[in-house]
């Protein structure tokens, strides 16, 4: 079978001895993922994890390796250490011989909670100063305050959850529609992990099949790796990875909001939109032309799209100072938008100014309003909406457009071929391209190893998205956006 057998090593004569142990050994190599339980982890933490305040309940979580003996020891009731995992237990909170307050405590024992550690919430009677005297009790009896995402990072570092699921919970606390819950429930459940896992596996095979073929050419019963080969699975996977991309560039609309821009020349009504889409008098009306100075902000929901609405100034040539700095910020904000409602003045002609935005924004998604048409209009063009806060007229269309516009509404939730955030789909977008790099340079008949270098990054940046290759400061970056009880 080898062709020199004399120099194979015990080791390698025991377990290459077929392709399948071959490649099994190849895969572990390339996807080894190690963990190191960190210093921080053997401490006790706590924290609230509901928000500080007059309420019928506040609980405080509290975890770690002692989690249960520490609370126990300031728990009169049953005892705690001889607790069943996920039982609920009456008591009272004691400092020493004074009664702190009446509670239930929850008990998690490791490793099924939600972070992996033995877990104790306490849950005492909403308000500020007994939560405060409860944490403050806990502080002084062996716990530390919690960092902010802290047990969600143990969580991820027990590998209770991925990096998906980390992310998913804070999509879940933020959606402001029906299909950015559903999307980050997905997530929740893994439907983005195992999108990405089998995205893995298949790289993962490939370079292990590659790994036999170099270090191993002489191994006869092994798929030989060749262009052709290579040309066939990576398109195939190209084709898959193109749909995900396009279905995630909506989904990422429908989680995080459409940023909106509404521009237009001085005087032509953005302000009275903005007032009237958001039904209150959030911007300052004028008929004076340049009113509008600098950004003004708002958040709209129209059924499952939600538009984060900018009133930029109007965009005209001006001498004046403090109106051209307004200026520029529209013309920066335009450029960022994800969708542009051009306003036009439907009671008086185009000008130049008018003209230069239609071309502009041409080529970005917009929707064109024709204002004022109450007034009467002097022009009509194709595909506009005619507008009017005073009539009240246009809404309507203006939803229907939004609708056709973002296609939010036609992304199919329940197949879960979608990401869920920018990150990773600017990560995914990464090893698309990677991996057109590897089809490229198969087709051009490069050598199998170098090949196999953008293959090897397409399947790093696809392991970036789960944590299953992540960086320490991406952890630590993700995890402070959480609230101290997450």
Same mark, same amino acid.
């Given at each position: 079978?080898?062709?020199?057998?004399?120099?194979?090593?015990?080791?390698?004569?025991?377990?290459?001895?077929?392709?399948?142990?071959?490649?099994?050994?190849?895969?572990?190599?390339?996807?080894?993922?190690?963990?190191?339980?960190?210093?921080?982890?053997?401490?006790?933490?706590?924290?609230?994890?509901?928000?500080?305040? *007059?309420?019928?309940?506040?609980?405080?979580?509290?975890?770690?390796?002692?989690?249960?003996?520490?609370?126990?020891?300031?728990?009169?009731?049953?005892?705690?250490?001889?607790?069943?995992?996920?039982?609920?237990?009456?008591?009272?909170?004691?400092?020493?011989?004074?009664?702190?307050?009446?509670?239930?405590?929850?008990?998690?024992?490791?490793?099924?909670?939600?972070?992996?550690?033995?877990?104790?919430?306490?849950?005492?009677?909403?308000?500020?100063?007994?939560?405060?005297?409860?944490?403050?009790?806990?502080?002084?009896?062996?716990?530390?305050?919690?960092?902010?995402?802290?047990?969600?990072?143990?969580?991820?570092?027990?590998?209770?959850?991925?990096?998906?699921?980390?992310?998913?919970?804070?999509?879940?606390?933020?959606?402001?529609?029906?299909?950015?819950?559903?999307?980050?429930?997905?997530?929740?459940?893994?439907?983005?992990?195992?999108?990405?896992?089998?995205?893995?596996?298949?790289?993962?095979?490939?370079?292990?099949?590659?790994?036999?073929?170099?270090?191993?050419?002489?191994?006869?019963?092994?798929?030989?790796?060749?262009?052709?080969?290579?040309?066939?699975?990576?398109?195939?996977?190209?084709?898959?990875?193109?749909?995900?991309?396009?279905?995630?560039?909506?989904?990422?609309?429908? @989680?995080?909001?459409?940023?909106?821009?509404?521009?237009?020349?001085?005087?032509?009504?953005?302000?009275?939109?903005?007032?009237?889409?958001?039904?209150?008098?959030?911007?300052?009306? *004028?008929?004076?032309?340049?009113?509008?100075?600098?950004?003004?902000?708002?958040?709209?929901?129209?059924?499952?799209?939600?538009?984060?609405?900018?009133?930029?100034?109007?965009?005209?040539?001006?001498?004046?100072?403090?109106?051209? @700095?307004? =200026?520029?910020?529209?013309?920066?904000?335009?450029?960022?938008?994800?969708?542009?409602?051009?306003?036009?003045?439907?009671?008086?002609?185009?000008?130049?100014?008018?003209?230069?935005?239609?071309?502009?924004?041409?080529?970005?998604?917009? =929707?064109?309003?024709?204002?004022?048409?109450?007034?009467?209009?002097?022009?009509?063009?194709?595909?506009? =909406?005619?507008?009017?806060?005073?009539?009240?007229?246009?809404?309507?269309?203006?939803?229907?457009?939004?609708?056709?516009?973002?296609?939010?509404?036609?992304?199919?939730?329940?197949?879960?071929?979608?990401?869920?955030?920018?990150? #990773?789909?600017?990560?995914?977008?990464?090893?698309?391209?990677?991996?057109? #790099?590897?089809?490229?340079?198969?087709?051009?008949?490069?050598?199998?190893?170098?090949?196999?270098?953008?293959?090897?990054?397409?399947?790093?940046?696809?392991?970036?998205?789960?944590?299953?290759?992540?960086?320490?400061?991406?952890?630590?970056?993700?995890?402070?956006?959480?609230?101290?009880?997450?």
């Amino acid at each position: 079978m080898f062709k020199d057998t004399k120099k194979r090593s015990v080791y390698e004569h025991l377990f290459f001895f077929n392709a399948v142990w071959v490649e099994y050994f190849a895969k572990i190599v390339y996807n080894k993922r190690v963990y190191a339980r960190s210093d921080s982890m053997v401490e006790n933490i706590c924290a609230p994890a509901t928000p500080y305040g *007059s309420a019928a309940i506040s609980i405080i979580r509290c975890s770690g390796p002692e989690a249960i003996e520490l609370v126990n020891k300031i728990f009169k009731g049953s005892n705690l250490l001889k607790a069943q995992s996920h039982t609920i237990h009456h008591g009272y909170i004691m400092d020493e011989q004074t009664v702190i307050d009446e509670v239930l405590c929850n008990v998690f024992i490791a490793p099924h909670s939600y972070d992996g550690e033995n877990t104790v919430e306490i849950n005492c009677h909403g308000g500020v100063l007994v939560t405060s005297k409860v944490l403050q009790l806990l502080l002084t009896n062996g716990f530390r305050l919690a960092e902010r995402g802290e047990f969600s990072k143990r969580a991820f570092l027990n590998k209770r959850l991925d990096f998906t699921q980390a992310e998913a919970i804070m999509d879940i606390i933020g959606a402001k529609n029906d299909i950015a819950l559903k999307a980050s429930e997905g997530s929740l459940r893994k439907t983005t992990s195992n999108l990405i896992r089998d995205f893995r596996e298949k790289l993962l095979d490939i370079l292990a099949k590659i790994a036999v073929n170099i270090d191993y050419p002489e191994y006869e019963d092994s798929l030989v790796v060749t262009n052709e080969y290579l040309s066939n699975v990576l398109t195939e996977m190209l084709k898959n990875m193109e749909e995900i991309i396009a279905n995630s560039k909506i989904s990422t609309l429908a @989680i995080q909001g459409v940023k909106t821009a509404i521009v237009g020349k001085p005087n032509v009504g953005k302000s009275s939109i903005l007032n009237y889409l958001l039904n209150e008098d959030k911007a300052i009306v *004028s008929n004076i032309p340049g009113t509008t100075r600098d950004l003004v902000e708002g958040s709209l929901n129209v059924g499952n799209i939600t538009l984060h609405l900018i009133d930029t100034a109007g965009i005209r040539e001006s001498e004046d100072a403090v109106e051209k @700095i307004g =200026i520029e910020r529209s013309n920066k904000i335009l450029a960022e938008a994800d969708l542009v409602l051009l306003v036009l003045d439907a009671s008086t002609a185009l000008e130049k100014a008018d003209l230069e935005l239609l071309e502009i924004t041409k080529n970005k998604k917009r =929707i064109i309003l024709a204002n004022k048409v109450d007034l009467l209009p002097k022009w009509h063009l194709a595909d506009v =909406i005619e507008f009017s806060t005073v009539n009240k007229t246009g809404f309507n269309e203006l939803c229907q457009k939004l609708d056709e516009v973002t296609c939010i509404n036609q992304l199919n939730v329940a197949e879960g071929k979608f990401l869920a955030n920018e990150r #990773q789909l600017n990560l995914m977008q990464k090893a698309y391209q990677s991996l057109k #790099q590897a089809l490229s340079a198969s087709q051009m008949g490069l050598d199998i190893d170098l090949v196999e270098i953008d293959i090897k990054a397409a399947f790093d940046s696809l392991g970036i998205i789960t944590g299953e290759a992540t960086p320490d400061e991406l952890l630590t970056a993700l995890f402070t956006k959480f609230c101290l009880g997450k």
